[in-house]
């Protein structure tokens, strides 16, 4: 049994799916911080049996007692936690609170029960603004917001947890950008409020609940001006779970793993793809560069591949058809 915390969220939802394909059973713990119980009946229909849901918070260690008692867990899979980017600057206390000390609770109870497996959600903002493209796993790593920071802090914990007791296999994947959803139009990324990042903001023009996208700058050093960024189909992404599992069950120890597809497309590509799946709905109008933002953003994703076999598949129009497909079954 695999345990996934944050599992009724975006990128956790999708691994459930991927797992149970790949015949494991799953339990999720999720507080709903920013997720729906009917996720969970959501993915009953995409599975086909029942999926075994623990509605509470990663820090009680006694609920997590509970579910490691009741359940043979052999693997844990910690999505849980928050990740708006800007959020986490006006509420650092929160990010470091709700980020850490649930990975340290889910920590302290794995070494109880003897659970040797974990995954964590790491981000490619742990490297900042790298010094040449694609981006290495050993490139340097920084923070430039309280969020990266939760990310870099995490991974310095798991490097010395894993070295007090190298009986424990850990991988860290560093996703690039997830976006995309479940072919099925079930699940999906469904943020609260305006979104954020690019895809769900698109998607809400397109379904006219936002009049017109804002694309931040048009003066990159890049091919025509827009930012670049790796776009991962969430559903690569979580399949890359399944096989950082199975590298976990050969005892690795701790390891590093890029998720992306090693392609850069830019703000407008996205945007012109998108347009073709649904019809020119997306009116965009430029606006000055977001403070932050890097030009360029992509991975290198050949350790992946050769030390785990994980090839993303997904082209950008399968992403922005089911991100469309996704939004217009979730009218609201
Ligand atoms: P999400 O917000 O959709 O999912 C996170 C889930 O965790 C939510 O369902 C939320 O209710 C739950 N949660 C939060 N704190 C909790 C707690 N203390 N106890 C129990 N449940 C809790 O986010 P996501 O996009 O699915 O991201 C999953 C993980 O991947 C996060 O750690 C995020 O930082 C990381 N990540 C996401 C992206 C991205 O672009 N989506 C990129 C890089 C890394
Ligand atoms: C996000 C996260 C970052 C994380 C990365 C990969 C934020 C602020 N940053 O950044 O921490 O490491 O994903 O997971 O959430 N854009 C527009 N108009 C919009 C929205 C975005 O033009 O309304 C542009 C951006 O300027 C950027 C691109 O679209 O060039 C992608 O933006 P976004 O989806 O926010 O992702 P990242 O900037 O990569």
Redesign the pocket.
Known sequence: MILLTGGLGYIGSHTAVELAEAGYDVVIIDNLSNSKIDVVDKLEQIIGSPVKFYKGDCQDEELLRRIFMENDITAVMHFAGY????ESVEKPIEYYDNNINATLALLKVMKEFGVKNFVFSS????YGRAKSMPIYEDFEVSAA?P??RTKLFIEEILKDVQHADNSLNIAILR?????GAHKSGLIGEDPNGI????????TKVATGKLDH?????ND?DTKDG????DYIHVCDLALGHVKALKKLETAPGLVIYNLGTGTGY??LE?VNTFNEVCGNLVKYEF?P??A????V?YASPEKAEKELGFKAQHTLKDMCESSYKFEKNNLK
């Not at 990740?83 to 800007?86: D, E, L, S």
């Not at 996703?175 to 976006?179: A, E, K, L, R, V």
Request: aromatic letters at 14%; one cysteine or more; charged letters at 15%.
């Open positions: 990740k708006a980017v800007g981000s490619a903002t742990v917001n969020y990266g996703y690039f950008n997830p976006i979104p954020n990042n690019l895809m769900p903001y698109i996208l804002n694309i931040f700058g990159y827009t930012g670049v960024r830019s703000v996205i606006a560069r977001r932050g933002d890097i030009d953003c």
